[in-house]
């Protein structure tokens, strides 16, 4: 059975602070993909990034960064110089090839950043 | 990305009775799906829609409580049944993008069961 832990249910910052949100996976398949949202306070789940099983380099847009380890079945999202727009709830996210695109996701992360 | 609307935005509903949330797309698509996400929690998966075919519904849920129709490639319905206040949720509709695997994600119905 697939799962997702997103350990961190809070994390606060000031701004122009590094934070990195961690995320850890379960999977049986070989196959499979690994998602991140980010929910601000009006609701709206805006996706981030997908990631598959067979490609771990790592991925820069601009002030976001993600570290995909097989080895450690991590995903993790560091958002570099924060600013207060990036104050959300953020949600990581797996899709095993063999359950037909459902997501499974994380309990998420509440990301504060102070001025 | 698809451009994904969902009515009503939020609603304040009465115990026992039903809404119906409607997930419209821009573009044609295979698979719509349905989730709940419940104050401070995370989401869930309630059903997946295929049209043409009945959905299919997640362990905790059936379609008696939210059945769910399907009629075309760029509608879907999402009905919360006989409502107690449990049902207090945001309820978002999916689809999948033109690039495998990418699924995008509606506005949300926030609904209030009083």
């Known amino acids: 059975a697939q799962k997702v832990t997103q350990a961190q249910t809070e994390i606060s910052v000031v701004e122009k602070e590094d934070v990195t949100l961690d995320c850890v996976y379960e999977t049986r398949d070989t196959t499979y993909y690994l998602f991140w949202y980010k929910q601000p306070p009006s609701g709206e789940l805006v996706f981030l990034i997908r990631r598959n099983s067979f490609d771990e380099q790592n991925e820069i847009s601009g002030r976001y960064s993600w570290n995909f380890q097989k080895s450690t079945s991590s995903f993790n999202f560091t958002i570099t110089a924060s600013q207060v727009v990036d104050s959300a709830v953020y949600f990581c996210?797996?899709?095993?090839?063999?359950?037909?695109?459902?997501?499974?996701f994380g309990e998420g992360t509440q990301l504060t950043v102070n001025p | 990305s698809a451009v994904i609307s969902q009515k009503p935005s939020r609603d304040i509903c009465q115990r026992g009775t039903s809404l119906t949330i409607q997930c419209q797309v821009d573009?044609?698509?295979?698979?719509m799906f349905w989730y709940r996400q419940q104050p401070g929690q995370s989401l869930t998966l309630i059903a997946t829609a295929n049209q043409g075919s009945e959905a299919t519904y997640e362990s905790g849920f059936v379609i008696d409580k939210f059945p769910i129709s399907r009629p075309n490639l760029t509608f879907s319905t999402l009905t919360v049944s006989n409502m107690s206040p449990e049902d207090s949720s945001i309820y978002l509709c999916s689809v999948l993008g033109r690039r495998s695997y990418e699924q995008y994600f509606g506005p949300g119905t926030r609904l209030t069961v009083t």
């Open positions: 573009s044609q698509v295979t698979m």
């Open positions: 996210a797996l899709s095993e090839e063999t359950s037909g695109s459902r997501l499974t």
